[in-house]
């Protein structure tokens, strides 16, 4: 298939609902701003799904009015459930992750779908990374439908078709811990960052609060500092600047022309 590239001769090409248990959808009740605590039930949102891995504290509280009867059992999410977004903008749409010891009383919202691998044909983990890759999304994002950008949408045809690229088992293992190894290393490399630039920013804020209370004297640092310099005045266009039979357009025409050769 020239769009899915190649693909090894012993692995399979494969749709996702042959390797997987039947698709489900959440609900979605008016419920409070603020996330649920431990002990509460809460409704994912959809951005539980945005990153790499699941995101529980993704979600809403359910109001105890609604909670008196008892959420549906089945909606509640458990290890193992693959949740796929089917609303969202178009690059956050169909994006997949895995729940790994989700917390209790999560309940599925209706703009996330949900399923499990079949244990004897696919890794879980495997899976999700095959919806995030490249040749899945561009199937995604060719099949949204909706009113505006803002809010696209899938039906659970598009994810249940998806054509995947699938290598036996064990060689499904060795590839999640080759992805995992390597996204561990960025996810290193990028905390290391974000520490560097929370120390910045916390120095700039000190050093600022030390000026401003006089703790740090600057006055001998501000003499030092070198005079702005002073913009160049513009040549007026006059007869004396113009050669014989140029107009003002052709003499603007070589200025110009002469930054160009400077750039």
Known sequence: MEWLGDVP???????????????????SPQCDAQPATEHEWGVLKVGCVNRDTFDERQNKRLPSTLTLGGPIPDLQIRDGDILVSRANTRELLGLAALAVNPRARLILCDKLFRFRAKADRADSRFLVYAIRARTSRAQIESSTNGASDSMQNIGQGVVRNLLLALPPLDQQVEVVAVCEAQIDAVRTAVAHAQSEIDLLREYRTRLIADVVTGKLDVREAAAKLPDEAEEPEELPLSDENLDEGDSEEDLASEVLAEEEVVT
Do not use: F, L, P
Not at 9 to 27: A, C, F, L, M, N
């Open 9 to 27: 001769e012993h692995w399979e090409v494969v749709r996702v609902k042959e390797v997987t248990t039947s698709i489900g959808q959440g609900w």
